[in-house]
């Protein structure tokens, strides 16, 4: 099947250039490519849209991001 053949071929690919990506990244840059491949594996992908409030300063921390592409502004809020 040229279809299955197709998707799998894209599929290694997007993972190889996840394993690349993470493996730039300092935090991840002495993990070998066996543990590179497996967080880029079970690590998901979101995309959001501008003004998206991704997390709120008093939220309880769920994730950690890493922005790959675009911009994040960070905004805190003192109470004097």
């Known amino acids: ?5 197709c998707l799998a071929q894209n599929k290694a ?3 190889a250039e996840e ?3 993470l493996g730039s990244i300092p935090l ?3 993990f070998t ?3 590179l491949k497996m967080f880029a594996s079970i690590l998901p992908t979101e995309k959001y849209l501008r003004g998206h409030k ?3 300063e008093a939220d309880e921390p769920q994730s950690m ?3 790959k592409r675009g911009e994040f502004k ?3 809020e003192f109470g004097f």
Not at 1 to 5: A, E, F, G, P, V
């Open 54 to 56: 991704v997390y709120q």
């Open 1 to 5: 099947n040229k279809l299955k053949l």
């Open 28 to 30: 991840f840059k002495f």
């Open 13 to 15: 690919e997007k993972l």
């Open 33 to 35: 490519e066996r543990a």
């Open 65 to 67: 991001y890493i922005v």
């Open 19 to 21: 394993i690349k990506f």
């Open 74 to 76: 960070v905004n805190l």
